[in-house]
């Protein structure tokens, strides 16, 4: 379902430079036992972004999901890319979030980086919808500009590779103007608030169940705390 999506995200790596990660033993891919299905990582590190993750879930029919998050290097304070793509085949069914994650809730931030994103909003309505949040809260590293759509419309599926392409050539902008737009953050908070990031997202994951249900809860807990949010395993002091 993703597929093409896929095959652009990782040609835009690759066209820019993207270096390979070492993945963590056995977490790069799992087959599950239990029921059909497979996951797929990939990690990059990419000019101007430190960690550029990517990962597939395959489970035929029933569920599709396409994941990523870069993060920019510490010493760029413009945000996180978040991208979530799942595609229920039995109901129909896309859920598809795609935002620039901000480090902090400040108009001045605002203001700097999410032009680009407060544009393409505005010409996506079918993905501008204000859905309620469950999982997350919408005032902590989501934008006010989020793309976001729970919808089976056949019109969502068809514009989702427009949204995709434009939604990633916006934020590589982003990264490509990061040296005119000199971060007004130190390295030190940015590297704290990405820290936060993952403690955040790793505690409120709608994923981890569905992990489990697929791939049993040892192999979970560590997909999560050492691929999906590394820095939250290492934050038992607050100093690092
Ligand atoms: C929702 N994401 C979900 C849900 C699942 C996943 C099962 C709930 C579906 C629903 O609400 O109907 C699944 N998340 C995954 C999977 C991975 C994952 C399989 O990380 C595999 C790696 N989620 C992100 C990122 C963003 C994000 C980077 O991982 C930011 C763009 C957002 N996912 C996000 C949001 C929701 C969601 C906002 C809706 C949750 C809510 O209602 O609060």
Redesign the pocket.
């Known amino acids: 379902m993703f597929d093409p999506l896929l095959e652009h995200l990782l040609d835009t790596i690759r066209f820019r430079g993207g270096k390979a990660l070492e993945i963590p033993n056995g977490l790069d891919f799992c087959r599950s036992n239990k029921r059909q299905g497979f996951?797929q990582s990939w990690l990059w590190e990419v000019p101007g972004l430190r960690r550029w993750r990517v990962?597939r879930?395959d489970a035929g029919k029933s569920?599709q999901?396409l994941?990523?998050?870069a993060y920019p290097e510490y010493r760029n304070d413009y945000p996180i890319m978040?991208?979530?793509l799942?595609w229920?085949g039995a109901s129909r069914?896309l859920?598809a979030?795609?935002?620039f994650?901000p480090l902090v809730q400040d108009n001045d931030y605002f203001a700097k980086y999410f032009d680009g994103l407060q544009n393409l909003h505005g010409r996506f309505p079918r993905f501008s919808g204000k859905?309620?949040?469950?999982?997350?809260d919408p005032n902590q590293y989501?934008s006010p500009w989020?793309l976001?759509c729970?919808d089976g419309s056949e019109q969502a599926n068809k514009s989702l590779p427009l949204v995709f392409n434009e939604f990633l050539s916006c934020y590589l902008n982003l990264n490509e103007s990061a040296g005119e737009k000199c971060s007004h953050m130190s390295a030190d908070v940015v590297r704290g608030l990405q820290i936060n990031y993952d403690i955040y997202?790793a505690k409120?994951?709608?994923?981890h169940?569905?992990?489990v249900s697929y791939f049993g809860k040892e192999w979970s807990d560590r997909f999560l705390n050492e691929f999906?949010f590394p820095a939250q395993k290492n934050d038992h002091s607050g100093s690092n």
């Open positions: 996951i990962t879930l569920l999901v994941n990523s998050v978040g991208i979530d799942l229920f069914k859920v979030v795609l935002d994650q859905e309620a949040m469950r999982a997350f989501f989020l976001f729970r997202s409120r994951d709608p994923a169940g569905l992990f999906l």
